[in-house]
């Protein structure tokens, strides 16, 4: 049976009968402190007072004193340092100061963290640009150059005043603690003189600990166990054991003492399995499918790694039945939880406000959020439904707050809609208050089980309102919304949700840091990709690699180091390990397998099981849709014949049966949206009402000249005032859809220039109908026509039925050879049909003054004027016309009533 390396120590320590009680065991990890003291616990037989068990980073701050602050309160005090040291004309402002203070502080930090003398440091880094500036530029002297030099010249004062600031207060940030400690070793070693300590599972030491710990060496009462394999200790070129082999060759301490521990566990046999995933939250199911292999025994020995914690959640979502217990080390992550897109959207919909309001989108994302479908569901839903249906592209606050006065969430509405002025105060307390409100609804709900989650997120987020309204109130440095919400995402980053589980018991779930000194029996790795483990070149520092070179600063070969002892540890004692990477590219080297992988099976002694894991799928056969008709829809059908079919009802029919079906049987319609850009519909219905609007106070006049020429003065006014009515104000119409109110003014001016020319080569044309609405028989028993003609005109003594298309037609669309064709497949000549219908319904009405014509006015097609429908080339439609098209018209409807002939589609 496997045993870990805590519990060796803690053998090895009870054997030799270690002073527990007077004691200090130094761990890497606040985790591995918990499994040694259980261990412990387990193993002793006698009971005594506990040791004092710290982290690392406990540790320091012990020895130094100091108490470390996260890096949102660094930049807060580093700021005010900034604006002391650097004179007023050259000081940016905090917006900008934050786009470079976090890399400067990260240098403050690693040179502190290394025991790098600051000032020769920063000096050898100024010389470097001033050497460069020189070089490459001619403009000596310039504002700009100078300016930049007297910032690398600035950053020792920069130094040093933050040092002192943060020492004033007892505070520091992790590499200041870590100097600190290291400069006070010996007066901590000298007030503790009895105590011993023991170090274990460490790996990659910075300068501070390797002092701190030598020196404690040097005292004969502490003891440092290392977890190393001689696999990797012996070959001077491995990564993983390039740290702990340096400090036994450089350690004074191991010139005269054999190390603890060199162990030979990883040649022992291990099953490795490689498995290569086509997409990154695959590799959630496949961990799924691999534990619901395993016995509820070997699941208390499993532990899941995550190189990318993102695939927390899915992996949560992914556990089978099975898994009755699960501990999860790294808690969730408060960015990634399902409120977190809430807050987000109310921070775009606030940070875009324009002075016209809010966009629509913006305030959509927020009324169709889950959030608040959950909470405020059809009032939020009846809301949106209106913006979509009056076509609002903006809204002021204060109108979508008036939308709420009248439900029972008039105060949520204020909160989330009201205004922020871009004022951070007033952002922060709004938003606590909505959490508010968002909690009170959730707790009013009879079965609150179901929300208990939400819930809890709520609070995360309600603590992470609260770090920034404290900030806010301490210092003065956020202006606007756009800093505060910067601000808000390192909160975020910094909050996680933690979630309660026994760390003794169960399967775990850890990231790669939390594996640190542990073992497992079992271990399912994932993300095992070239630039996420290791994690590649990328780098956050302003000092460049041989400035880091000399002064013996962590470079990428180093981070590549400790990534490296962290896999291969895992490794170490496990006997089953299933290392998973995702064959995904969405960037450079993502879809790459890591080098770690390839290590593996070139250095062998293991064999590894090389599989590629692919959703099952099957692609369905196609299958013709074919729709039976029911009693209930021949009811609805005989309804529907017995109201009036419309030309376009049968041309759906004649395209597609179930389309028609879909949109007249079941009456399934588009949902409404927002048109932005004036869609081709209702690009249509303006230059119909344009066209009626111009054309209605010469109904039944003779059209003239002047006349078309007037017309043309008014096409301008009467196209807005048509857009208005069809889309909404036009008062700051721009982008697209000013084009398209171009392009209707520019198709109704081509109409009536051709208008003009045929009345000046001698057409008379009389206005004998608009937009003429129509209900006829239509000779098949219980069924009906119905529709609304655009154009009656009578031209030079012959009436023609006109169809305005804004779309293209073309004269074949309406030219048939035999009546058959009326019905084609696909509605191929539908537009015939249709013209026809027209025809058909005037005449039941009124006997036509035969013969007559019937077309397409395609305003795409201008320059190919009226075109008309023809049978055999001729234009001509008489009584005979309309029977033949009536035998083809009655076919249609009876198959449509027929309850024998399903909906099939075309």
């Known amino acids: 049976m496997m045993q870990s390396f805590i519990s060796e120590v803690v053998d090895a320590l009870i054997k030799e009968k270690h002073p527990f009680s007077d004691s200090v065991i130094i761990v890497p990890s606040r985790r591995a402190g918990v499994v040694f003291r259980n ?46 040291a650097t004179p007023e004309d050259q000081q940016e402002s905090f917006d900008t100061f934050c786009g470079w203070a976090q890399t400067v502080l990260h240098d403050f930090n690693e040179i502190d963290r290394f025991l790098v003398d600051h000032k020769q ?18 403009a000596e002297g310039s504002s700009l150059v100078a300016n930049y030099l007297n910032f690398w010249n600035r950053l020792p004062e920069y130094y040093e005043l933050f040092t002192q600031a943060l020492q004033k207060q007892n505070k520091g940030h992790q590499g200041l603690a870590y100097r600190k400690a290291a400069e006070d070793i010996e007066f901590y070693i000298q007030n503790n003189p009895s105590q011993t300590h023991v170090f274990l599972g460490f790996n990659a030491l910075n300068a501070a600990e390797q002092q701190i710990i030598q020196a404690l060496l040097a005292t004969g009462n502490t003891q440092v166990y290392w977890d190393i394999d001689a696999t990797f200790l012996n070959n001077p070129k491995h990564e993983a054991g390039m740290f702990i082999r340096s400090y036994f060759k450089q350690w004074p301490y191991y010139n005269h003492n054999e190390p603890k521990w060199v162990s ?98 913006h305030i959509l994302a927020i009324l169709q959020h889950p959030m608040m479908l959950l909470v405020a569901g059809a009032y939020g839903k009846a809301i949106a439904a209106r913006i979509e249906r009056e076509n609002l592209i903006y809204m002021p606050a204060e109108t979508i707050k008036a939308l709420f006065i009248t439900t029972p969430f008039k105060a949520l509405g204020a909160n989330i809609f009201d205004s922020w002025q871009n004022n951070p105060a007033t952002a922060v307390t709004q938003a606590l208050a909505c959490i508010d409100q968002l909690k009170d609804n959730l707790l009013s709900f009879k079965d609150k089980t179901p929300h208990s989650l ?92 041989d400035v880091k070179l000399t002064y013996d ?57 090389q599989t590629i894991a692919t959703a099952s799928f099957q692609i369905p056969a196609v299958v013709e849709k074919v729709i039976e ?15 009036g079919f419309s030309p376009s009802s049968l041309s759906t029919y004649l395209r597609n049966p179930v389309d028609f079906y879909y949109k007249y049987v079941l009456g399934i319609k588009e949902s409404d949206s927002v048109e932005e850009t004036v869609a081709a519909n209702t690009m249509g219905t303006i230059v119909h009402n344009t066209m009626e609007t111009l054309y209605t106070p010469y109904h039944n006049q003779i059209l003239s000249v002047d006349i078309i020429k007037s017309l043309r003065q008014r096409i301008t006014d009467t196209v807005a005032i048509e857009f208005e009515k069809a889309y909404g104000t036009i008062k700051k119409l721009a982008g697209k859809n000013l084009i398209i109110k171009e392009v209707i003014c520019r198709y109704i001016e081509n109409y009536l220039e051709l208008e003009l020319q045929n009345l000046k080569k001698g057409d008379e044309v009389i206005i004998r109908g608009l937009e003429q609405r129509l209900s ?46 009326l019905l084609a497949p696909e509605g191929k000549y539908e537009k015939a049909f249709q013209v026809l219908t027209y ?12 013969p007559v014509r019937a077309g397409i006015t395609s305003f795409k097609n201008l320059k190919n004027g009226f075109l008309p429908f023809t049978f055999e080339k001729d234009t001509a439609i008489t009584q005979e016309t309309l029977e033949a098209y009536e035998q083809q018209l009655h076919r249609l409807i009876g198959e449509i009533l027929d309850p024998k002939i399903p909906f099939k589609e075309e």
């Open 839 to 850: 025809a058909y319904m005037l005449n039941k009405n009124n006997s036509l003054p035969f």
């Open 264 to 361: 030979e566990l990883y040649n022992k046999p291990k099953k490795i399995a490689v498995a290569a995933i086509n997409q990154t939250i695959a590799q959630a199911k496949y961990v799924g499918s691999l534990l619901a292999q395993r016995a509820k025994e070997e699941l208390e020995e499993t532990a899941i790694v995550l190189s990318d914690e993102q695939l927390l959640l899915p992996i949560l979502n992914a556990l089978p039945e099975q898994v009755s217990a699960v501990n999860i080390t790294m808690g969730i992550p408060l960015g990634q939880t399902p409120v977190a897109s809430f807050f987000d959207a109310l921070f775009v919909m606030h940070k875009k406000e324009t002075p016209r309001g809010y966009y629509y989108k």
């Open 39 to 84: 261990t412990l616990s387990r193993k002793l037989k006698q009971t005594l007072f506990s040791p004092s068990i710290y982290s690392i980073e406990e540790f320091i701050s012990h020895v130094s004193g100091l108490k470390t602050i996260d890096s949102t309160a660094q930049l807060f005090a580093f700021f005010k340092v900034y604006q002391a």
């Open 629 to 643: 008709k029911t009693p209930e829809m021949i009811a609805q059908l005989t309804a529907l014949a017995s109201s």
């Open 553 to 609: 600063l962590p470079t990428y070969r180093e981070k590549d180091a400790v990534y490296s002892y962290h896999f291969y540890h895992l490794l170490h004692r496990a006997e089953t390990v299933h290392l998973l990477y995702t064959t995904q590219s969405e960037g450079i080297g993502v879809g790459e397998k890591s080098r770690f992988i390839h290590q593996l099976e070139i250095e062998g002694p293991h064999r590894l099981e």
């Open 454 to 545: 939400t819930i809890e997120y709520l609070f995360g987020f309600y603590k992470a309102f609260n770090s920034l309204k404290n900030l806010n109130d301490s210092h003065a440095y956020i202006k606007d919304i756009s800093t505060l919400y910067r601000f808000y995402l390192d909160t975020l980053a910094a909050e996680t949700l933690d979630l309660r589980g026994d760390p003794h018991r169960g399967l775990q779930i850890m990231g790669m840091l939390e594996s640190r000194v542990l073992n497992f029996k079992h271990v399912i790795l994932t993300s095992v990709n070239e630039g996420v483990l290791p994690a590649g070149k990328s780098t956050n520092s302003f000092l460049p690699y």
């Open 776 to 821: 006829s028989e239509s000779g098949y028993p219980g069924a009906r026509l119905k529709g609304t003609v655009d154009l009656i005109e009578e031209r030079n003594g012959v009436f023609q039925i006109v169809d305005y298309k804004t779309g293209k037609t073309e004269q074949r669309n309406l030219s048939i050879k035999t009546w058959e064709d």
């Open 121 to 138: 440091c920063f000096n050898y880094l100024s010389a470097i640009q001033q050497m460069e500036s020189h070089w490459s530029t001619n």
